[in-house]
């Protein structure tokens, strides 16, 4: 399994914006779906993005459709999120994740899970 770190939250105003990586280990980096979750207090872990092996297609939440952005690089085995106008309600840990077969689209169950970050939005 890739081992993940993932690195780049932190404490943002509304509107703003941040850069979350994930630094995957291994030398099989691109054999892998890749998604990014968040899971808010109290609340389950929820679907935020994921970007598919091979074709790079890439699939949002509706509630960060237009907002967020999520890329790789193969080169440096790792993944990106770029987030945009940041609301309040996007303050939450995020969690990378990676898989080989599932996307994360529809399930949680994937393979290797990074340890989170924090990201933290003032209204």
């Known amino acids: 399994q890739v081992q993940l770190v993932e690195s780049g939250g932190g404490l943002v105003q509304a509107g703003g914006s941040l850069r979350l990586s994930c630094a995957a280990s291994?030398?099989?980096?691109?054999?892998?779906?890749m998604a990014w979750f968040r899971q808010a207090p109290g609340k389950e872990r929820e679907f935020v993005a994921a970007?598919?092996?091979?074709?790079?297609?890439?699939y949002y939440a509706d509630s960060v459709k237009g907002r967020f952005t999520i890329s790789r690089d193969g080169a440096k085995n790792t993944m990106f999120l770029q987030m945009n106008s940041l609301k309040p309600e996007d303050t939450a840990i995020y969690y990378c994740?990676?898989?080989?077969?599932?996307?994360?689209?529809?399930?949680?169950?994937?393979?290797?899970w990074g340890q989170g970050t924090q990201v933290t939005v003032s209204s």
């Open positions: 291994g030398r099989t980096f691109s054999s892998y779906n």
């Open positions: 994740a990676a898989d080989r077969f599932r996307t994360g689209i529809q399930t949680r169950d994937l393979a290797s």
């Open positions: 970007i598919i092996k091979g074709s790079g297609s890439t």
